[in-house]
């Protein structure tokens, strides 16, 4: 935690049982060192317990470097990450899994570097609007690479968390139900289902049903408002959303995803298109966002 004086509008952490995080696009947009050392200060200056680093970019990335600043600011780390749709696990044409799974083991290897044990995201194909279904052989590839993946995460004591995305992003899990059925077909322990308040706003019900649908198989949450801008100015109900992680007794990390054009990453802006301005102060949209959550948790646990 930073010793440097915090905002009057961080709020305290009483009743909180979660680690709280940011995801790093929130201040700057590579991983380069220097990006890296101002995404690790404004995150523990916030008072966040959790920084999240996106590996699509991590040529320039220095790890030992970052996981001495991860331990000096007293941070954990989260990696996630998705494919390409020429390194794609999803793909029908083996060469191009080949390459999906590539990538996978080489950012395990990262996040493992960083001193995280979650590794997370749509690690299961592209991010972004596939022309057709998911196939049946498509699909038997995901569950070999990422039982096999799983396994070698188990040997390092780390989890993976499939990230479940929607329409537009991904045709291989779109809902709670069927994150759960590919975690089934995987068979492995440390697989978990991460759940983003924005894709589920757009696929499920409610934002109430996956949570007690997921109950203890929850690892990781993403909480992003409808237009992923400042928490509390769209139209989701966080507030049941809290009280259900609340209910199932969920202690897992929750951390605060946002994008706007203001910070733009190669690649991952374009793949999630972010093309809207809907913030320019990081600073001001993760401190908000931070009381925001810590208030409303605190409320539900306080039952
Ligand atoms: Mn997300």
Same mark, same amino acid.
């Given at each position: 935690?930073s010793?440097?004086?915090?905002?009057?509008?961080?709020?305290?952490?009483?009743? &909180?049982?979660?680690?709280?995080?940011?995801?790093?696009?929130?201040?700057?947009?590579?991983?380069?060192?220097?990006?890296?050392?101002?995404?690790?200060?404004?995150?523990?200056?916030?008072?966040?317990?959790?920084?999240?680093?996106?590996?699509?970019?991590?040529?320039?990335?220095?790890?030992?470097?970052?996981?001495?600043?991860?331990?000096?600011?007293?941070?954990?780390?989260?990696?996630?990450?998705?494919?390409?749709?020429?390194?794609? &696990?999803?793909?029908?044409?083996?060469?191009?899994?080949?390459r999906?799974?590539?990538?996978?083991?080489e950012?395990?290897?990262?996040?493992?570097?960083?001193?995280?044990?979650?590794?997370?995201?749509?690690?299961?194909?592209?991010?972004?609007?596939?022309?057709?279904?998911?196939?049946?052989?498509?699909r038997?590839?995901?569950?070999?690479?990422?039982?096999?993946?799983?396994?070698?995460?188990?040997?390092?004591?780390?989890?993976?968390g499939?990230?479940?995305?929607?329409?537009?992003?991904?045709?291989?899990?779109?809902?709670?139900?069927d994150?759960?059925?590919?975690?089934?077909?995987?068979?492995?322990?440390?697989?978990?289902?991460?759940?983003?308040?924005?894709?589920?706003?757009?696929?499920?019900?409610?934002? &109430?049903?996956?949570?007690?649908?997921?109950?203890?198989?929850?690892?990781?949450?993403?909480?992003?408002?409808?237009?992923?801008?400042?928490?509390?100015?769209?139209?989701?109900?966080?507030?049941?959303?809290?009280?259900?992680?609340?209910?199932?007794g969920?202690?897992?990390?929750?951390?605060?995803?946002?994008?706007?054009?203001?910070?733009?990453?190669?690649?991952?802006?374009?793949?999630?298109?972010?093309?809207?301005?809907?913030?320019?102060?990081?600073?001001?949209?993760?401190?908000?966002?931070?009381?925001?959550?810590?208030?409303?948790?605190?409320?539900?646990?306080?039952?």
């Amino acid at each position: 935690m930073s010793t440097t004086t915090q905002t009057p509008d961080v709020a305290p952490r009483g009743g &909180v049982p979660n680690p709280l995080g940011v995801h790093a696009l929130v201040w700057v947009g590579d991983t380069s060192p220097a990006s890296v050392s101002e995404a690790i200060g404004q995150t523990a200056e916030a008072g966040f317990d959790l920084l999240e680093l996106s590996l699509h970019d991590s040529v320039n990335l220095d790890v030992p470097r970052a996981r001495a600043e991860l331990a000096e600011a007293g941070l954990k780390v989260v990696c996630s990450r998705g494919l390409a749709f020429d390194a794609d &696990v999803s793909s029908d044409d083996l060469a191009v899994v080949e390459r999906g799974a590539a990538l996978l083991h080489e950012s395990l290897e990262v996040t493992d570097g960083l001193g995280g044990s979650h590794f997370t995201g749509a690690l299961y194909s592209a991010l972004g609007k596939y022309g057709h279904p998911l196939t049946a052989a498509g699909r038997h590839n995901v569950v070999t690479v990422l039982r096999d993946l799983a396994k070698e995460a188990q040997a390092k004591q780390m989890t993976l968390g499939l990230e479940i995305c929607n329409r537009y992003e991904t045709n291989v899990i779109n809902t709670a139900h069927d994150a759960l059925r590919l975690a089934d077909d995987i068979g492995e322990d440390n697989v978990s289902i991460h759940l983003d308040t924005y894709h589920m706003n757009i696929e499920e019900d409610d934002l &109430v049903r996956p949570v007690y649908d997921v109950g203890s198989r929850l690892g990781y949450v993403h909480i992003g408002e409808n237009h992923r801008g400042y928490l509390g100015s769209g139209h989701l109900d966080l507030t049941g959303f809290f009280h259900a992680l609340a209910d199932i007794g969920y202690t897992g990390p929750i951390t605060f995803e946002s994008f706007s054009s203001a910070v733009v990453a190669p690649g991952l802006s374009n793949d999630l298109a972010i093309w809207r301005n809907l913030w320019d102060d990081g600073y001001d949209l993760a401190s908000h966002a931070r009381t925001y959550i810590a208030t409303g948790l605190a409320a539900a646990w306080r039952r």
